[in-house]
C-alpha cells in the first residue's frame, strides 16, 4: 500500500510540474511575451496589464495576449488608453488590425494628425491599417481596443 501510494505522488509530481512551469513563465512580468502555440484562456479581468512601450505617449497600458508583436508570427495585443489619449501619425511594417472592445477610437489617414478626418468607431467595431498607411487615432472616453497581425509590428 505504501509503495502505490508513493508511486502515485511521483507520477501526480511529474505530470503537474511541466504546468506549473509554464503557469510561472505567463506570470513573467519582464519578457510579456507568449508562445504562439500556447494555450491561452483568459477573462477581461484576467489580463495582465502593463505601461505601454516608449513607442506610445505616456498613459496607456498594453497587454500581450498571444505571441510576441516585436517578432516573426502572429501576435494579439490589447491597448487600454484614457479618454483624450492621442496617438500621433504613424506606420506600421505589417497591417495593424484593430477591434475596438470599449469605449470609441476614431482613426484617420495621413501625415497630419486631424480630427476632422477620423471615423470613430464604437466597441465592436473594426478598423485595419494596411502596411505602411501613415495613421494616427484617438480614445473618446476610456477605451480598450485588441489589435492583432503578423508581427514584427
Ligand atoms: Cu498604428
Redesign the pocket.
Known amino acids: 500500500m505504501k509503495k502505490t501510494t508513493l508511486l502515485f505522488v511521483v507520477l501526480c509530481a511529474l505530470g503537474i510540474w511541466p504546468i506549473l512551469a509554464q503557469n510561472d513563465q505567463g506570470k513573467s512580468k519582464s519578457h510579456p511575451t507568449r508562445k504562439a502555440d500556447q494555450h491561452v484562456a483568459v477573462n477581461a479581468n484576467e489580463v495582465h496589464w502593463m505601461d505601454a512601450p516608449p513607442s506610445l505617449p505616456p498613459g496607456a497600458q498594453f497587454a500581450v495576449l498571444a505571441g510576441n508583436p516585436g517578432s516573426p508570427g502572429l501576435y494579439t495585443i490589447r491597448l487600454k488608453m484614457p479618454s483624450g489619449y492621442k496617438?500621433p501619425p504613424?506606420?506600421?511594417p505589417t497591417a495593424?488590425n484593430?477591434t475596438v472592445i470599449s469605449g470609441a477610437m476614431s482613426f484617420g489617414m495621413g501625415d497630419r494628425f486631424d480630427e476632422s478626418a477620423g471615423k470613430k468607431i464604437k466597441a465592436g467595431g473594426f478598423a485595419s491599417?494596411p502596411a505602411g498607411m501613415k495613421?494616427?487615432?484617438w480614445a473618446s472616453g476610456p477605451t480598450v481596443v485588441q489589435?492583432h497581425g503578423a508581427g514584427p509590428f
Do not use: A, K, L, R
Open positions: 496617438i504613424h506606420t506600421h495593424e484593430v491599417m495613421h494616427f487615432g489589435v
